[in-house]
T-cell receptor, first 112, second 112 residues
C-alpha cells in the first residue's frame, strides 16, 4: 500500500453514461497525476496538478474528460458520454516536486 | 515522438538466478529514470530511481545501471524470487518535474 487510494476500484458502465473517479494522494504530496493504462501497455499521462492548479493536459485528454483538484488534496476525474474505447485502468499518482511518483491501485473502467 | 522502450517483452528465469531487464530511451533531455514493478490488478510499485549524474545505484537486491552514451537503462535483480514475478516498466522524465513517459513493459516469470 503506497498511501495513494482510488475509488471505486472497478466501474462498469454503459456507453454514453458519465463516470467519476476519485483519488486521494499521500497527504503531504503537492503533485497529483492521472494516467491511463490499457492491457499490455505502460501507463500514459493524462493530466497533472500542482496543488490545486492543473499544469498540463495530454492530447489524450479529450473534451469529454475533466479533472479537478479543488482544495489541492483529493482529485476527481470525470468522463462524460463514455465510449467503449475509454475502457482502461485509470491510475493516480502523487509526488513531491521532482521526486518519485507513487501510484494508487487504479480504477478499472469497463464500458459496455 | 520520443519514447522509452524495452528490448525484451518477456523474461523467464530460474529461482535464485539473477535477472537483467533492459530499457532503451530516446529523449536525450531525460535526466531522471525510474523502474516500477506492476503485479496483476495493481498499480505500479516504485522500485528504484536514478538521476543522470550517476551511472549506477543499488537498492535491496536491485541495481540500476544507466549508460547515457547509448541511452540505455537496465535493472538487475539478484537472487530472483517467485515474488519478483511481475511486469517491469522503465520510465523517464526531465528532472522529475514532468509527467513520466513509460515503456511497454517486460514480463518477468520466475520458475521455481
Amino acid at each position: 500500500d503506497t498511501g495513494v487510494s482510488q475509488n471505486p476500484r472497478h466501474k462498469i458502465t454503459k456507453r454514453g453514461q458519465n463516470v467519476t473517479f476519485r483519488c486521494d494522494p499521500i497527504s503531504e504530496h503537492n503533485r497529483l497525476y492521472w494516467y491511463r493504462q490499457t492491457l499490455g501497455q505502460g501507463p500514459e499521462f493524462l493530466t497533472y496538478f500542482q496543488n490545486e492548479a492543473q499544469l498540463e493536459k495530454s492530447r489524450l485528454l479529450s473534451d469529454r474528460f475533466s479533472a479537478e483538484r479543488p482544495k489541492g488534496s483529493f482529485s476527481t476525474l470525470e468522463i462524460q458520454r463514455t465510449e467503449q474505447g475509454d475502457s482502461a485502468m485509470y491510475l493516480c499518482a502523487s509526488s513531491l516536486v521532482a521526486n518519485e511518483q507513487f501510484f494508487g491501485p487504479g480504477t478499472r473502467l469497463t464500458v459496455l | 515522438g520520443e519514447s522509452v522502450g524495452l528490448h525484451l517483452p518477456t523474461l523467464s528465469v530460474q529461482e535464485g538466478d539473477n535477472s537483467i531487464i533492459n530499457c532503451a530511451y530516446s529523449n536525450s533531455a531525460s535526466d531522471y529514470f525510474i523502474w516500477y514493478k506492476q503485479e496483476s490488478g495493481k498499480g505500479p510499485q516504485f522500485i528504484i530511481d536514478i538521476r543522470s549524474n550517476m551511472d549506477k545505484r543499488q537498492g535491496q537486491r536491485v541495481t540500476v545501471l544507466l549508460n547515457k552514451t547509448v541511452k540505455h537503462l537496465s535493472l538487475q535483480i539478484a537472487a530472483t524470487q517467485p515474488g519478483d514475478s511481475a511486469v517491469y516498466f522503465c520510465a523517464e522524465n526531465d528532472s522529475g518535474n514532468t509527467p513520466l513517459v513509460f515503456g511497454k513493459g517486460t514480463r518477468l516469470s520466475v520458475i521455481a
